[in-house]
């Protein structure tokens, strides 16, 4: 013979941790403001879905500044409000694609962290553009590195392939008292690896003076640094 209960309901237990996730499941864009949703869980990670109403929030994280100096932003500590157990908060926003920052959140004593954050560079907005050297001499060339950056100064990561690349002198660039001319590489696609494209053959300058070099791709620039050219080596009196 037999007998069976009727139903047995089993809530959650007490409240022992939350989990975090980021509005686009932990890869963001830097400078793009996103928002975070937490879930309080008991010790067996069953969501407590009665952890309803108001609690205070506490909100730290591993976010760093950009290489640019801007800082990232995040919500000011406040009670939020849960309903079965969930709360997404927005105003979120990160700047250094160089990190994988997470994010924690604290309410009732207990927290919960995200994975670690992939941040992708923002928009395309300049290069840097670096010499081999800074201190060539009339009678031998040089190359030049270029790097795509977003507004924050992250290295583009994801600028990749062939991009045409337009050069001038933005200073200097003279011809030499003999009448020979300055040179610059030709324009024309660059390959790009990582926002990188390095070893840009092409450029010689002929007069002893001060110079700086223009990029120009996808219609934004980058200027080098000054470049100061000095005499080669002796050829007449």
């Known amino acids: 013979k037999s007998g069976t209960s009727t139903t047995i309901t089993c809530g959650p ?3 022992d ?3 975090l996730t980021t509005q686009h499941s932990g890869t963001e864009t830097a400078g793009t403001a996103f928002s975070v949703t937490a879930t309080a869980r008991d010790a067996e990670w069953n969501t407590k879905t009665n952890y309803d109403g108001s609690y205070s929030v506490t909100w730290t994280w591993t976010a760093t500044n950009a290489p640019s100096g801007d800082s990232p932003t995040k919500p000011a500590d406040a009670s939020e409000t849960f309903t079965s157990g969930a709360m997404t908060k927005s105003g979120f926003t990160l ?3 160089g990190e994988t920052p997470t994010i924690t959140i604290t309410a009732s004593t207990k927290s919960g962290t995200t994975s670690a954050i992939t941040v992708n560079p923002a928009a ?4 840097t553009v670096v010499p081999s050297t800074y201190s060539p001499t009339t009678d031998s060339g040089f190359t030049v590195t270029l790097t795509a950056r977003d507004i ?5 990561t994801n600028y990749t392939g062939a991009h045409s690349v337009s050069w001038i002198w933005a200073t200097g660039g003279s011809n030499s008292p003999k009448g020979s001319s300055a040179t610059l590489a030709a324009d024309g696609n660059q390959t790009f690896t990582s926002g990188v494209s390095s070893g840009i053959a092409g450029f010689k300058l002929v007069k002893t003076e001060t110079a ?3 990029a120009t791709a996808d219609a934004k620039s980058g200027t ?4 100061t050219c000095g005499p080669g080596a002796l ?3």
Not at 124 to 127: K, P, T, V
Not at 224 to 227: D, M, N
Request: glycine residues 4%; aromatic residues 14%; without cysteine.
């Open 235 to 237: 050829d007449n009196f």
């Open 212 to 214: 700086t070099i223009q």
């Open 124 to 127: 395309l907005n300049d290069f």
């Open 95 to 97: 700047v250094n694609a």
């Open 152 to 156: 924050y100064q992250n290295t583009k």
């Open 17 to 19: 941790n939350f989990t």
């Open 13 to 15: 237990g007490a409240l």
């Open 224 to 227: 080098s640094t000054t470049i």
